[in-house]
């Protein structure tokens, strides 16, 4: 079983940045094996993916965030990483961190970004 606990979010204006922070339980080892990323959830939308980093640690993003955010991870510190730069409205959202391990998908409990002036 994988705990994942999110931290990070609150109210920014427009261009301004957040870090978000997913950190795992579980030793070191069983970190360094995790598939991780971060997705997001709009009020009435559904939930969509942000980011993803692997285990060697190869990223991708959709479109819409590539150049503005980086996710990034520490394993001495079971933590995965979300910078959010220049953050604009739509990207208000519930943003989740998701592993995966062991052939199991595991879910945060979600963090809240508001971007509004």
């Known amino acids: 079983q994988v705990q994942l606990v999110e931290s990070g979010g609150g109210l920014v204006q427009p261009g301004g940045s957040l870090q978000l922070s997913c950190a795992a339980s579980?030793?070191?080892?069983?970190?360094?094996?995790?598939?991780m990323g971060w997705y997001r959830q709009a009020p009435g939308k559904q939930r969509d993916l942000v980011a993803t980093?692997?285990?060697?640690?190869?990223?991708n993003y959709v479109d819409d965030v590539k150049g503005r955010f980086t996710i990034s991870r520490d394993n001495a510190k079971s933590t995965v990483y979300l910078q959010m730069n220049n953050l604009k409205r739509e990207d208000t959202a519930v943003y989740y961190c998701?592993?995966?391990?062991?052939?199991?998908?595991?879910w945060g409990q979600g963090t809240q970004v508001t971007v509004s002036s």
């Open positions: 579980g030793s070191i080892f069983e970190f360094t094996t995790m598939g």
């Open positions: 998701r592993a995966v391990y062991s052939a199991r998908l595991y």
């Open positions: 980093i692997t285990s060697g640690g190869r990223t």
